[in-house]
């Protein structure tokens, strides 16, 4: 998937696995991305893998809860 993909996963992922609303979801994962959680994953688009996504969810709701 794509970096942009990968971002909606994280997102979609967070809204469904802790219950939380679009707008937190989001404004978990933009801030996750001002501190550069993603820095990778925009050169490396092999890093935007499903699993990523759900190990990405789980960190930055764990980080940014």
Same mark, same amino acid.
Not at 8 to 30: G, H, N, S
Not at 48 to 63: E, P, S, V
């Given at each position: $998937? !794509?970096?942009?993909?990968? %971002?909606?996963?994280?997102? !979609? %992922?967070?809204?469904?696995?802790?219950? &939380?609303? +679009?707008?937190?979801?989001?404004?978990?994962? $933009?801030? @996750?991305?001002? +501190?550069?959680?993603? %820095?990778?994953? +925009? +050169?490396?688009?092999?890093?935007? !893998? &499903?699993?990523? @996504?759900?190990?990405?969810?789980? @960190?930055?709701? @764990?980080?940014?809860?």
């Amino acid at each position: $998937m !794509t970096y942009e993909e990968h %971002l909606d996963e994280v997102t !979609t %992922l967070i809204v469904e696995k802790y219950d &939380l609303e +679009d707008e937190a979801a989001i404004a978990m994962v $933009m801030r @996750a991305q001002a +501190d550069d959680f993603f %820095l990778g994953h +925009d +050169d490396d688009e092999s890093i935007c !893998t &499903l699993d990523r @996504a759900h190990q990405d969810a789980k @960190a930055i709701f @764990a980080k940014y809860q």
